[in-house]
């Protein structure tokens, strides 16, 4: 039974049961405390632990999820044995209040029996020790005796207080041939049973509405029905694996067969995580992304790729799960766009640092690389750590992981002592003139710029070296220069031969000179020509979210009154927070009026002018200005249709409908009489 077929049958049978079937939640959660959807449970934490209502006494999904790294999962294991994934697909069935522990063993068991036809002899369920409703419900419904562990195996808990509960587990026995005991019995399906609430004390106290929380893993089912030992040898995978065979131009052997699982594992996760509009990145999720993209792109290094790899296979993704996931396909254009600019700013990176450690293995002592040599790499070509140690894996050389955390330590504080520094020292090359940027609103990829000036710590230098981290100053550029609260753009400086010469991670701006931040990936001198090219998939992102904080604002005047001022924002990639003047916590009425209307606005698909004049006529027209702003006489005026008009320099869409969708994640005081709403839109929001 092919993966189409296991959520299609384990859907329709619970379908079938009563269940109210949902799509899968995004893999970016609405939980600050997590980078990721973890597991089925986390779209509804709300329910299960009684803060939200429930929507339906039974639901059945199939969840994205994504672990990779820390607590969630050790990344370095993917690929090099049969059951490790960064992204995975968790079966669920979730009862609100309405079956508990019978109604859930029976259909656990009267599924995988009779429906997908497992030997009733090759299973094995355990129970907690305190469970003797469960376990005795095991001996009527399958006739066994159900092995009883403790809180460690077998009880799940939110966390030192509130909802838990017992759980049972079922594990399919793989076969007395199979030597190790963790590959011979795998868990295939989790029943929770939230049955206690548990105070400061530990007192356990049954809770009014006991609630089920199922899961099982699409992938280990799939290795089991396919009779595969391991999941990388399942059809999508086999599939996956194929199309990685035809663009490297390499067979898998059981010598390289790590390197195929690690980039079809990868494919997944990078794909999934961007097309739900998470953006490669130096922070939180965008640099787990990043990690596991370009630690696929060693992998196909390692056998012998060059060049572009997981964006030529993402329309492998598409035929295989474009089906059951149509936000792959619609999102392919943004999506194979984003890993092309990350595959391209990091190809030569990885060249240059892997000379560097060519050239520092030779002085190695006792197998050990210096912390602060591993922190160059990280620091001057973004090599995360994990992929220092796994190239010198393959020589038996170790990391000095003590070291580099302390330089890492050392360059965070060098950093916040100098970023004042820094802007004072542009403030004092008062010959350079201002930066000609008038092209950011419409980005041109054949502008030629001239390099007025280079920073390297702390110095104006002539020239500068491939690896180094430096700032640019140049005559134009088509770069948005952080102002406003727009965040700037990422990009690329190329020479004329279209080859990279500087990876711009941010542009910033100080007064009228537009700082290009970023390594070199060759090298640089000031007087040399360069292009200017703009991450436009960002850009985009960015855009829209700008045009939906001029909404937001308008929206919330319109819901609370008139006298709601901005007082702050940050526009980010397909993200929002704005501050403004409020005197109390918005009830939850309140801010869905706000959110529907936004969207009102988004799908009536208004024109979005853009248009330039004094500051008297703007005046004139009511367009809105930021509190304590200062403009000059001239300035940029964005008008959405006939709901907002606001004086703003920032990048902003033609049309309302290309924001696609607005959703208000959180609202709060940041102090006395401001509040902040932090809000998605496009993808993110979808």
């Known amino acids: 039974m092919k993966y189409n077929d296991i959520r299609k049958t384990f859907l329709d049978y619970f379908e079938s049961h009563g269940h109210k079937i949902v799509p899968s939640a995004s893999l970016i959660p609405n939980d600050p405390t997590l980078l990721f959807t973890v597991a089925g449970m986390v779209p509804w934490k709300g329910i299960l632990q009684g803060t939200e209502p429930a929507f339906a006494p039974r639901v059945a999904d199939v969840q994205k999820c994504i672990r990779a790294g820390g607590k969630h999962n050790d990344l370095d294991e993917v690929g090099f044995d049969g059951r490790h994934h960064t992204f995975f697909e968790m079966l669920g069935n979730w009862s609100f209040g309405d079956y508990f522990k019978a109604g859930a063993i029976e259909m656990s068991w009267d599924l995988l029996t009779n429906v997908l036809k497992l030997d009733p002899a090759r299973l094995r369920v355990t129970t907690h020790v305190s469970d003797d409703e469960s376990t005795e419900i095991w001996r009527k419904v399958a006739g066994k005796d159900a092995i009883r562990l403790g809180d460690k195996d077998n009880w799940w808990s939110a966390g030192d207080t509130g909802p838990c509960g017992p759980c049972t ?39 009014p509405k006991q609630n089920v929380d199922t899961g099982a893993g699409l992938e280990r089912w799939a290795a089991l029905l396919q009779g595969k030992v391991d999941n990388y040898d399942t059809d999508l995978f086999s599939a996956l694996i194929g199309a990685t065979e035809d663009i490297v131009g390499v067979k898998k052997t059981p010598e ?313 924002s940050k526009v980010s990639p397909d993200s929002v927070r704005f501050d403004f003047s409020f005197g109390r916590p918005m009830t939850a009425e309140e801010k869905q009026s706000v959110e529907d209307l936004v969207n009102k606005w988004i799908d009536a698909n208004m024109d979005v002018k853009h248009e330039e004049m004094s500051i008297d006529d703007a005046k004139s027209r009511g367009a809105m200005a930021l509190f304590g702003e200062k403009y000059g006489d001239t300035v940029k005026v964005i008008t959405a249709g006939d709901v907002s008009c606001e004086l703003c320099g920032g990048t902003h869409v033609y049309h309302t409908g290309e924001i696609k969708h607005a959703k208000i994640n959180k609202e709060k005081s940041i102090s006395s009489g401001v509040r902040r709403i932090t809000m998605s839109v496009g993808t993110l929001a979808e």
């Not at 399906?189 to 530990?202: E, L």
């Open 256 to 568: 390289n067969i790590a390197s195929f699982k690690v980039i079809a594992d990868h494919l997944r996760a990078v794909g999934f995580a961007i097309a739900d509009g998470v953006i490669p990145s130096n922070t939180d999720r965008g640099y787990v992304i990043r990690r596991i993209l370009r630690r696929a792109m060693r992998h196909g290094q390692l056998l012998g790729h060059r060049g572009a790899l997981l964006s030529k296979l993402y329309p492998a993704l598409i035929t295989e799960m474009g089906a059951a996931y149509p936000e792959l396909g619609r999102e392919e254009k943004r999506v194979v766009e984003i890993i092309q600019n990350e595959e391209n700013a990091f190809a030569d990176m990885l060249q240059n640092g892997i000379k560097l450690l060519d050239n520092e293995i030779p002085k190695i002592q006792n197998n050990i690389l210096p912390g602060e040599i591993a922190f160059k790499l990280f620091d001057t070509y973004g090599f995360p750590l994990d992929l220092t140690q796994m190239i010198l894996r393959e020589k038996n050389i170790d990391v000095d992981v003590v070291g580099f955390e302390r330089a890492m330590g050392e360059q965070k504080e060098r950093s916040r002592a100098n970023t004042k520094g820094t802007r004072t020292l542009w403030e004092s090359q008062t010959q350079l003139p201002a930066t000609d940027d008038t092209t950011k609103y419409a980005p041109d990829d054949k502008l030629e710029s001239k390099v007025l000036a280079i920073l390297r710590d702390g110095e104006f230098i002539s020239s500068a070296s491939a690896g180094d981290a430096v700032e640019v100053a140049l005559d134009k550029t088509n770069f948005y220069g952080t102002q406003g609260g727009q965040v700037g753009d990422s990009g690329e400086l190329k020479n004329l031969d279209g080859q990279t010469v500087m990876n711009v991670g941010e542009a910033g701006r100080v007064d009228n000179i537009v700082i290009h931040k970023g390594t070199l990936a060759a090298d640089l001198h000031v007087g040399d020509v360069v292009k200017t090219v703009i991450n436009s998939a960002v850009r985009t992102q960015t855009t829209r979210a700008h045009t939906a904080t001029h909404l937001l604002q308008a929206a919330l005047r319109h819901v609370l009154n008139e006298d709601v001022e901005q007082r702050g």
């Open 169 to 207: 587990e079922i594990f399919y026995d793989f076969g007395a041939d199979i030597e190790n005991e963790d590959d011979r019995w795998v868990e295939i399906w989790n029943d929770v049973f939230m049955q206690f609430d548990r105070d400061a004390n530990g007192n356990l106290t049954p809770l």
